[in-house]
């Protein structure tokens, strides 16, 4: 079990620790429900150092982003980031990931921490072009600083002016009494903020700057659990969940990142399903009585047919009710579309709505 440059700092501050993508990880503090909270009214510091950092350097370096990733990277500018996935073969997906485009010709990617060592091995297999590539995920942490209060709380650690950062751009600059740290106004809650990466001999310090500079606003450390609830809320995919090697892009509702003005692995057959158009779709749900969707709950239709399986649920912390996602047959992707969840062999009614299901 790999632990990160901060967990004797989690495990000193009382968190219960846990194993995820084979990191000693912080999965709470003071409970799921108070921590949610505290990133959607105020500002909260996640520790996930486990993603994976991967440098690619060289005239070529795009043509090999574009020839991996469903999105257009030749949009990108300095100081710019984009959402995207990479396609497998047979219409599946790789990972999704977070394309940086740190100056020309020279690039970041950041991947699933359960994916580092597939994701590697998938994109140098394909790396026939004599792209220069880094794997950083060992020497990189990364703190996502989240919330509403967070561009205030954090001002104070910075020279650059952090309300100007616009979404899915970023800065290299000062932070925390550390030069040439990436702030980059990115996130997984829906509720604002910035993600800091820095090397691990840094991290401490960025750390316990941020908290002492956030005591005002009442930071906290949150841990993974509510990282989840709040992500759900807001309807993004969690890889090995919500899309994996058996879920195309457009299914999964990812067809705004795979785009056919390039060509990428497998785009000739992904053109072809969305010409030809999908049988299932990835789908946010809200349970109308009483019961909580887990990941797997089989998903029925009026006639106690299973129809798909759930990939997502939870008791919503924002909302007060339970939400969830998962596949259902086309027809029945609309809105307002009747399901039925199974929980424990009862069929509980549930309606199908658009997401997110937080709206701010």
């Known amino acids: 079990m790999k632990n990160t440059a901060l967990t004797h700092i989690h495990e000193q501050l009382g968190a219960k620790m846990v194993p995820f993508a084979g990191y000693n990880m912080p999965v709470q503090y003071e409970g799921v429900n108070a921590e949610h909270e505290t990133v959607r009214n105020g500002v909260g510091v996640f520790d996930v150092s486990h993603m994976g950092e991967f440098l690619l350097t060289g005239p070529k370096a795009l043509d090999l ?13 300095v100081g710019r980031a984009q959402y995207s996935c990479m396609p497998d073969a047979n219409g599946g997906i790789v990972d999704d990931l977070i394309i940086y485009k740190i100056k020309d010709e020279q690039y970041l990617l950041v991947v699933n921490a359960s994916n580092i060592e597939k994701d590697w091995n998938w994109i140098t297999s394909h790396n026939d072009m004599g792209v220069e590539m880094r794997d950083l995920s060992e020497d990189y942490s990364l703190l996502a600083i989240q919330g509403p209060k967070a561009v205030e709380a954090m001002q104070s650690l910075t020279s650059v002016d952090l309300s100007q950062i616009k979404y899915y751009h970023f800065e ?15 996130g997984y809650t829906g509720s604002g903020g910035f993600e800091i990466y820095c090397k691990n001999s840094e991290v401490e310090q960025v750390w316990n700057k941020v908290f002492e500079a956030g005591a005002e606003f009442g930071i906290k450390p949150i841990g993974l659990a509510a990282r989840d609830t709040l992500r759900l ?25 795979t785009k056919f003005t390039k060509d990428f692995i497998n785009s000739d057959n992904l053109k072809k399903q969305k010409e030809e158009g999908i049988t299932k779709r990835l789908v946010g749900f809200e349970l109308l009585e009483r019961g909580i969707p887990r990941h797997d709950y089989e998903i029925v239709d009026t006639n106690g047919n299973v129809i798909g399986r759930v990939t997502s649920g939870t008791q919503s912390p924002s909302l007060g009710k339970a939400i969830g996602l998962g596949y259902v047959p086309k027809e029945l992707a609309t809105e307002g579309s009747e399901i039925y969840i199974r929980i424990r062999n009862k069929d509980i009614k549930a309606q199908v709505v658009k997401l997110p299901f937080y709206k701010k």
């Open 233 to 257: 809320e807001m309807g993004f995919c969690l890889y090995g969940n919500d899309i994996d090697d058996t879920t195309s892009p457009l299914e999964a509702g990812l067809g705004w990142i």
């Open 172 to 186: 290299e600059a000062d932070f925390a009494g550390i030069e040439h740290v990436i702030i980059s106004a990115t």
């Open 65 to 77: 982003i574009q020839k991996i990733s469903s999105n257009d990277a030749s949009t990108l500018t």
